[in-house]
């Protein structure tokens, strides 16, 4: 009988890679029919890449801050690669994810061409590695549409995931834990969704709940958070290695995911 084939997976992080811990031991006691084929990180010297390279799993930095000191010759070098009229339709659709405080057009504009350049960074490395899914372990950088679609060719099966410690849609950002606390909510919860070009809008693939304890103090509501993250990421990298999530039109044209 023919060997299962296994789902590569990549994983960018930007801290310790307590979720990249749980995908790589959901890997190895075959929770996940897949394996972890490489890690990278925006940040150099975070936990996560220490915790890939001690299981022998190749990584690499794409240091953001570093890059962006350094704008004018990548800015060179993606005019060479790119036609401006491409870029432009891609600065069109990732408008929603430039930090609100930018309100003037053409800081917007010039924000956005930043990011591209140095996702052209980030996917040149990417792309040395052979992958059928980019799971986002606390990556906090959000994506152009630039960088989407060179990944996500297949509307019907996105290629990049994402887990958020909310119920989504409430509370995007950086801060679901914090803003699921303060705003006195009786339930915790974490998400699992797709990529899209907004900020934590992407189709849900799964969500889990968790009570909020009376009195509780919040790192120790964020500790059980952080326990139910680890069983939802895998589970829901699983369904992907078997095939079964879709992402179809569902009411009002709001992309959804079907589970077969």
């Not at 890939?52 to 570093?66: E, G, N």
């Not at 009229?85 to 309100?103: A, E, F, N, W």
Request: proline fraction near 5%; charged fraction near 25%.
């Amino acid at each position: 009988m023919a060997a299962v084939k296994r789902l590569k997976i990549g994983v960018l992080l930007s801290g310790s890679g307590s979720n990249l811990r749980a995908i790589m031991d959901a890997c190895e006691d075959d929770r996940i029919d897949g394996d972890v084929v490489f890690v990278g990180s925006d940040v150099p010297g975070v936990k996560g890449l220490t915790r890939a390279t001690v299981r022998h799993i190749p990584t690499f930095v794409v240091d953001y801050k570093q890059i962006g000191r350094n704008i004018t010759g990548y800015a060179d070098l993606m005019k060479t690669e790119y036609q401006l009229d491409q870029l432009q339709t891609y600065i069109r659709k990732s408008m929603g994810i430039v930090p609100p405080h930018i309100t003037e057009p053409d800081k917007r504009v010039a924000w956005l061409y930043k990011r591209i350049v140095i996702e052209n960074e980030l996917l040149r490395e990417i792309e040395k590695y052979e992958f059928d899914l980019l799971a986002l372990a606390g990556f906090m950088r959000n994506f152009t549409a630039f960088f989407i679609d060179q990944i996500n060719t297949d509307p019907s099966k996105p290629r990049i995931t994402n887990i958020h410690p909310a119920y989504l849609p409430a509370f995007p950002g950086t801060n679901g834990y914090e803003d699921t606390f303060n705003n006195g909510c009786k339930v915790g919860a974490s998400t699992v969704h797709f990529v899209d070009y907004g900020e934590d809008t992407g189709p849900i693939i799964d969500q889990i709940t968790f009570p909020v304890f009376p009195g509780e103090k919040f790192e120790s509501f964020k500790n059980r958070g952080l326990e139910q993250e680890w069983i939802l990421y895998p589970r829901c990298i699983q369904l992907y290695a078997e095939d079964r999530l879709r992402v179809v039109e569902g009411v009002n044209g709001k992309r959804i995911v079907q589970i077969s």
